[in-house]
């Protein structure tokens, strides 16, 4: 996805799907890098017409739900191929369940006890557990599949 979709790049890998995006890419070239397989995601018209051939969705909300929304439904994205928080939401990479142990001094003292399920990534090792913004964010996701659902009946 181009760099102005960041806040959409989030929901994604909040909802597990594997997301690049141009904005972490320091090497540059982002474009020219990115597999056939990929679908792109985009907001800006050349990107659109660069890749005109390929699997493509031209975002046109600013909203990130609405983004999200737009996605799924030219995708045919269905509520069974979301697994959400099953990626790392800042670098991407799979997240995995630790022992609860194991993150002792590393959450703050509140966290350690009232949750009792923690996941790490293995990649920058962030920490993440079921809090408000889990629900939240699966709030989300319910509302979006609702919204298909009214929309496919319709």
């Keep these: 996805m181009d760099a102005s979709l960041g806040k959409l790049g989030r929901l994604l890998r909040s909802a597990g799907f594997?997301?690049?995006?141009?904005?972490?890419?320091r090497q540059g070239r982002f474009w020219d890098r990115i597999e056939p397989e990929r679908v792109i995601l985009t907001r800006t018209q050349a990107i659109q017409r660069r890749f005109s051939g390929r699997s493509l969705v031209f975002i046109k909300?600013?909203?990130?739900?609405?983004?999200?929304?737009?996605?799924?439904?030219?995708?045919?994205?269905?509520?069974?191929?979301?697994h959400p928080f099953s990626r790392c939401i800042v670098c991407n990479a799979a997240?995995?369940?630790?022992?609860?142990?194991?993150?002792?001094?590393?959450?703050?003292?509140?966290?350690?006890?009232?949750?009792?399920?923690?996941n790490e990534c293995r990649c920058c090792h962030r920490i993440f557990w079921a809090g408000s913004h889990?629900?939240?964010?699966?709030?989300k996701f319910e509302t979006i599949f609702q919204n298909e659902e009214r929309q496919s009946h319709a």
């Design 61 to 82: 909300n600013n909203d990130p739900l609405r983004q999200l929304q737009q996605v799924v439904t030219e995708q045919g994205i269905l509520k069974e191929d979301i």
């Design 95 to 118: 997240i995995v369940k630790v022992d609860k142990r194991s993150v002792w001094g590393r959450v703050p003292a509140y966290v350690w006890h009232h949750y009792p399920a923690f």
């Design 134 to 139: 889990h629900d939240r964010v699966c709030r």
């Design 18 to 25: 594997d997301t690049l995006c141009q904005h972490e890419c």
